[in-house]
């Protein structure tokens, strides 16, 4: 891929890891310029791991009751992270959140995919959430990590409309599917180096981004 090395990525995750076998299977048939070096839990014999596994992936299991304190977990956490020089950090539903120390320690390298359209429904529930509030579209959005929660500059989200009488579970599962579109992505843009945070702004392709790109689902609202 012109000459650009491969990626190194860490992947943080906390439950079933389809966003990272998303990565694993672009990563293999060589759809994103990446080396997925070591996966990270804060919950032990998950799926998500068993995916790393069968990928022969290294993986590594920190639980948070095992830390005095939230400090010296991520001080824990993020040594084991040092020693794979990553490039690149992907929070893939990892349910912790991290305090200023991490997230300044890896200032710029870190992305997450949140389930809504932000900076609406920051936080957790959000299927539920934008079902309750009666709204007509919702999504996902892959952002840069910053102190503040799910608050980070967004560099691309995923919309489509919901349907009427939709369940929750049943908008759960389209938000996923836009979530693996935009996540690679995301992530294709960082290993080819065309994306990059600079301040708080988002660059790509040398341009400023005055607002994320959107990507628009094929599911139109039932009547």
């Not at 957790?124 to 709204?135: F, N, P």
Request: some cysteine; charged content about 25%.
């Amino acid at each position: 891929m012109n000459n650009i090395p491969r990626l190194n990525v860490i992947v943080l995750i906390s439950g079933e890891g389809t966003n990272l076998q998303t990565l694993i299977d672009a990563e293999k048939a060589g759809k994103i310029n990446t080396r997925i070096k070591a996966v990270f839990s804060d919950r032990p014999k998950i799926p998500g791991i068993k995916r790393a596994n069968r990928a022969n992936i290294p993986t590594h299991c920190l639980t948070r009751s095992n830390f005095p304190n939230r400090a010296k977990y991520e001080l824990e956490l993020a040594s084991h992270i040092d020693s794979y020089e990553p490039g690149l950090i992907v929070l893939a539903g990892f349910m912790k959140v991290l305090g200023a120390g991490f997230v300044s320690h890896f200032q710029g390298q870190i992305i997450n995919i949140h389930p809504s359209l932000l900076p609406r429904y920051r936080g957790l529930d959000t299927h539920r959430r934008v079902l309750e509030a009666g709204e007509e579209k919702h999504g996902a959005t892959v952002h840069f990590v910053t102190e503040e929660l799910d608050g980070g500059p967004r560099i691309i989200q995923y919309r489509i409309p919901i349907k009427a009488k939709e369940s929750e579970a049943e908008l759960a599962q389209r938000i996923h599917e836009g979530e693996y579109i935009i996540l690679l992505q995301a992530v294709a843009w960082l290993a080819s180096q065309r994306l990059a945070l600079e301040g708080s702004d988002v660059i790509l392709d040398n341009q400023k981004l005055e607002s994320p790109i959107l990507i628009e689902g094929k599911h139109e609202r039932s009547p």
